[in-house]
């Protein structure tokens, strides 16, 4: 089945530990996102990447890094976790970087203790 | 700036009733608009989207209307029933600086009792 996966599904990390969460998608999409939802906040953009090669910095990028080397995947890492950082992370595509539907995946639970 | 907010956080009804779920957005240069359904431990799921040139748009049992006047945004769902229970939210981007890039509302949580 097309579409994003995510891995791992869920995390438990001590704080300032390293972290990479995983983003595959097969639909070969050009643009691709991570975002983290918070109770109460709803989804907020950390990164974005329009096409391969290129990322950019959303609403909350602090702490966090991306990369994207091929058109597929688009790995989020966190560097020193900390507690704050205790979110559900959601990777998403969408064919172009437009105002256009983004495909999300079902997300990795990750808490920083 | 943006800022995508609902009017109400919780929407119960019965099954076959018709539901309304609204969301107030700040930003007048907004231009794309979009709905989303969320279910428990899942991502979200499109349902439908609305350009700024249109006010209304309408997809199988959804209906979008878009009061640019107000800068209100509302999804009817008709019939709803029980699967319809889930999270949902509103987002939008602009043509500016934040093209391509969706700010969220906080959600509306909707329940349907059989």
């Known amino acids: 089945i097309a579409g994003i996966t995510q891995a791992p599904t869920s995390q438990i990390l001590a704080a300032g530990r390293r972290m990479t969460l995983r983003c595959t998608q097969d639909m070969r999409h050009n643009a691709m996102y991570w975002y983290r939802q918070d109770l109460g906040l709803g989804l907020r953009l950390i990164h974005y990447s329009n096409t391969a090669g290129t990322t950019g910095k959303g609403e909350v990028p602090d702490g966090y890094s991306v990369s994207r080397a091929n058109t597929d995947d688009f790995p989020l890492t966190l560097a020193s976790a900390v507690p704050s950082q205790t979110s559900v992370y959601f990777c998403a595509s969408s064919d172009e970087f437009s105002n256009q539907p983004q495909h999300f995946g079902d997300g990795t639970r990750l808490s920083i203790l | 700036g943006e800022s995508v907010g609902l009017h109400l956080p919780t929407l119960s009804v019965q099954e076959g009733d018709n539901s309304i779920i609204n969301c107030a957005y700040s930003?007048?240069?907004?231009?794309?608009f979009i709905w989303y359904k969320q279910e428990s431990g899942k991502g979200p799921q499109f349902i439908i989207d609305i350009r700024s040139n249109m006010d209304k748009r309408q997809g199988q049992r959804v209906t979008v209307l878009l009061n640019k006047t107000v800068k209100h945004l509302s999804l009817q769902i008709a019939a709803t029933q029980p699967g319809d229970s889930a999270v949902y939210f509103c987002a939008t981007t602009d043509g500016g600086t934040s093209y391509g890039k969706l700010t969220f509302g906080q959600g509306t949580i909707l329940t349907v009792h059989p």
């Open positions: 930003n007048s240069a907004s231009d794309y």
